[in-house]
């Protein structure tokens, strides 16, 4: 079955700094790659998503990059606010409607 | 966006009694829901697949007795954690999945926490 490594499991960034989370697949049937921010005691909330027909994809401060020739898959996170601070899962799936398969987590803190 | 919700958001049970959480999706119809579990500071894992109509799938090492789910309608699922132990305590989440069209998207509920005492 599908494995999804991720690093670092922690990360500081100063507040205006970038924020890189590394990811990693191995089913090569996968298709789909959605990133999703956790608060305390909430659960999963997505922030952005890939499909592997992209190599990378923008939404305001956060981006994704995919390269499917090596199953590897980032997080870029631009212009670091307090309020980025949260647990990030990266996650595959072969496609949307099914079962997704997270990483480990990173707790992402920003420093004042 | 869409919403699931989940009840109760946290209880607290003794050792040896059951316990039924509920997932709704508000405003869709999912055929499928997923069941996770997450243990604190650690990652969401896949406990079953669950399907309209039909028995769930389990995911390896996860004991479908002990862990009942019923999907009886299109917007309700539910886990029941049956005679359970203190080492069942952790955060229960659901996802539902909305077709609309060509989009497909998971939604997840906030989560249930769950302390066996």
């Known amino acids: 079955g599908e494995n999804v490594e991720q690093h670092p499991s922690t990360l500081s960034v100063q507040e205006g700094d970038s924020a890189v989370i590394k990811c990693t697949y191995s089913?090569?049937?996968?298709?789909?790659f959605p990133w999703y921010k956790q608060e305390l005691g909430k659960g999963p909330q997505l922030i952005i998503d890939?499909?592997?027909?992209?190599g990378e994809k923008k939404d305001q401060r956060i981006a994704v990059t995919l390269n499917k020739t090596a199953k590897h898959f980032s997080l870029h996170i631009t212009e670091t606010q307090p309020e980025d601070s949260a647990v990030y899962f990266c996650?595959?799936?072969?496609?949307?409607?099914?079962?997704?398969?997270f990483g480990k987590g990173t707790r992402l803190h920003i420093l004042p | 966006g869409a919403v699931v919700s989940q009840h109760p958001s946290w209880v607290i049970c003794k050792s040896g009694t059951s316990v039924k959480i509920e997932c709704r999706s508000l405003?869709?119809?999912?055929?499928?829901m997923f069941w996770y579990r997450q243990f604190p500071k650690q990652s969401l894992m896949l406990m079953a697949t669950?399907?309209?109509?039909?028995?769930?799938?389990?995911e390896q090492g996860v004991e479908k007795d002990k862990f009942l789910i019923n999907h009886a309608s299109l917007t309700l699922s539910t886990l029941t954690v049956t005679s359970a132990h203190p080492e069942d305590s952790s955060f229960y989440i659901c996802?539902?999945?909305?077709?609309?069209?060509?989009?497909?998207?998971?939604?997840f509920g906030q989560g249930t926490r769950l302390t066996v005492v």
């Open positions: 890939i499909r592997s027909n992209v």
């Open positions: 996650a595959a799936s072969i496609d949307r409607d099914d079962k997704i398969i």
């Open positions: 405003d869709f119809q999912a055929t499928t």
């Open positions: 669950s399907n309209e109509g039909s028995k769930a799938t389990y």
């Open positions: 996802s539902a999945i909305r077709s609309v069209s060509r989009d497909t998207e998971a939604f």
């Open positions: 089913d090569s049937a996968s298709n789909y």
